[in-house]
């Protein structure tokens, strides 16, 4: 089925200790679409500005994403700065210029009315919800935020909670929102917040699945060199979409799969800069690096 | 089979967000022997002072340790004050007193001699090779070791991974000793000075194994409210050295099910301040524990 992100495009330059790259494609629409585009059909909304290419339209198109939902704005594409240092778990950022993106209100083609799955993307929360009551025939809505969200518009970002299925979020943030140390109680205390399940990111050392009465844990994959984290966390989101639209299975074991998946589609995007590694992935890498999560995983009781 | 830990005897005074504890029983050799018991008889080599009762030995009794090893010394037990905070991953140490630890010379008697499965705690590395060295018996070497070592006594410290099967260290002294930040390639470079196996400790987060062309990642247990992570890295040392000395099997399968034992052993002494839980414990919960373990991790292919 198909799969309809909203969220943020972006020129990012990044520096972290194996290199830099500066002005390139991304923003968590785009990694997350590029994700799920190998596991299911994606649609994107979001906004660029006149200096977002043809070049750049084709990368979009090299995946199938439809671009139907990509407004065209006056003035500059969002451009973000980021170093990252050590152990490279956290980006400082050194700086960022919304530019058209300061002002994106989220326009939903007809096209994509019927939506089934979406992820609504780290944007103001009030925009989230108004996507979100747009589209009458969900059957999951994935949420993501950040800390900025939380500090700064707690009671819009919980009427947009009371209205979504998952929310994907790092343990900081799971920590700041729930008002708990304790990542199992702070999830507890966001499902009462509306999500029936919480995923919470954390990083190199995996991710958690909190379900009505489950909980999945799965590492991180154990990767010899990490070239760059930006856009882990979306392009980890786009694996765990992905998979819940191509399957529609939406049973906690095929949660916990999607959790996999999204594990899967992050390690390779951290493997180099950007886009590259994710652009040029093949259906057999997906699936092999799959049943090296298992491998990883796996002990015999 | 018997197994045999060299390490500290303490008196801990521990303040979490949860409570404190003044004064209890504590140190490395402590907590993993009263672990390790549950799985397999433990003999104990540590040294402890005046002010060390009939009823503190009345506890590594009720656990049919092996005491013939602890030597009493004139002067006072080993003190550690400490205090967690926030997610409480790391402890700072408030006040370290040595006492009788600082003139800490391991004696083994006789009747240890044919150890077969042999933990070093963290103590001095050329204590650790001398009593390694005194052990012709030996199937399988665990070390622990610690920064200050790392920093202070490295040439000596490589003389002993050279003789031990088995390092236990947390993610910072992985980065430290390799000088990579890159825990797979930590965790290969450190194969190369001698351990067949290193096996990285990361707190909440889980443990990883690195073993001959293998890794294996365990989550750490969700639990609902840790109390007190005085210890939980030794509890580890002593479930995972516990359950290969009762089963004689150094395969690569067993010791994943070892690193899940340790990590069952681990999130069990958290739970409480202190011994408390360790010492309550009953080998069904340990058993329904390790199968949370799976639960916890499983996945369909």
Redesign the interface.
Known sequence: MSLLVVGSVAFDSVRT?HGHADSILGGAATYFAVAASWLTPVRVVAVVGEDFSEQHLSVFASRGIDTTGLERAAGKTFRWQGQYV???NEARTLDTQLNVFERFAPKIPASYLASEYVFLGNIDPVLQLHVREQLPSTRLVGLDTMNYWIRGKLEALKKTLAAVDVLLVNEGEA?MLSGE?????AAAAIQKMGPRSVVVK?G???V?LFTAG???????Y?????QDPTGAGDTFAGGFMGHLARTGDLSE?NL??A??YGSVLASFAVEEFGLSRLLRLTPQEIEAR??E?????????
Chains 1, 2 share one sequence.
């Open positions: 200790p050590g152990d490279m920590r140390w304790n990542l199992t109680k954390r190199e050392h995996g958690s489950s909980i999945f844990s799965a590492p991180g154990p990767l010899d060199q990490v074991p916990r799969r959790v996999v799959f049943r999560f298992k491998t990883l995983t796996h002990f015999d009781v």
